[in-house]
């Protein structure tokens, strides 16, 4: 229980922080800051609970997780549910302090910290813009987390790395889809929001879920032909 624990405390702090930064921050900090705000929350979050559970905080790494044979099945069920709680407990918390604010704050108009895509939201890029973003960048976070985390990576490096990644993806992708690359972290301001926001997360579940798992399979035939090569056939 203390690993599943550990992932929803994880992901917890980093949409309650990082879409905290979009939400509240929003145009005063703009890209660069909510970019290191999502990146140092991951960074810390990591830090502190990747000794209990890996520190995943991230449903599409869980599964690129499972499908490198890293972690087992259980794990990975419970794994996912616990992100996705955690990001629903931040989210709603988060909601609650905007709405105190004393000269008002609008969550449909304003927001909370939600991914999106479209007329009304970012700069209006096109779903199929949104698609391919959310795909390549989460491959490629994904394959930083699978990378940096396994044997022989200097691993005191991989909250780090993993973190500057994440800052960087979303310095990128903010004005296209908020960035998303986290399943668990568009689940839960979504269900807050309801309406548009909800009615557009199924891409945020589908596309980084489908990148991790691809990742998966990558990061196990580089391993596999590496071995092969290390280690000639008979």
């Not at 909510?34 to 140092?40: E, K, R, W």
């Not at 810390?44 to 991230?58: C, K, T, V």
């Not at 909601?95 to 007329?119: C, F, R, T």
């Amino acid at each position: 229980m203390k690993k599943y624990i550990a992932e929803f405390v994880g992901t917890f702090i980093l949409v309650f922080i990082g879409c905290g930064a979009a939400s509240i921050g929003g145009k005063a900090l703009g890209p660069l800051g909510i970019g290191l705000a999502f990146g140092l929350a991951l960074i810390a979050a990591a830090y502190s609970i990747g000794p209990i559970s890996g520190g995943l905080i991230n449903p599409a790494a869980t599964l690129g997780m499972f499908i490198a044979r890293r972690i087992n099945g259980r794990d990975t069920v419970a794994y996912i549910v616990s992100q996705c709680l955690g990001a629903i407990v931040a989210a709603g918390l988060l909601a609650i302090i905007v709405k105190g604010k004393l000269s008002g704050y609008d969550i449909a108009a304003s927001g909370l910290g939600q991914n999106g895509w479209g007329a009304g939201y970012g700069n209006g890029y096109s779903l199929i813009s949104a698609i391919i973003f959310e795909f390549i960048a989460s491959f490629l976070f994904i394959m930083v987390i699978l990378e940096s985390t396994q044997e022989g990576a200097p691993q005191q490096f991989a909250g780090l790395a993993i973190g500057i990644a994440l800052a960087a993806l979303v310095m990128f992708g903010l004005p296209i889809t908020g960035t998303s690359v986290n399943p668990a972290r568009s689940l839960g301001p979504a269900l807050i929001m309801r309406g548009h926001a909800l009615a557009q997360v199924w891409l945020f579940l589908i596309v980084p879920s489908f990148s991790g798992i691809l990742a998966g399979l990558f990061y196990r035939y580089e391993n596999v032909s590496l071995i092969s090569k290390v280690i000639p056939q008979k």
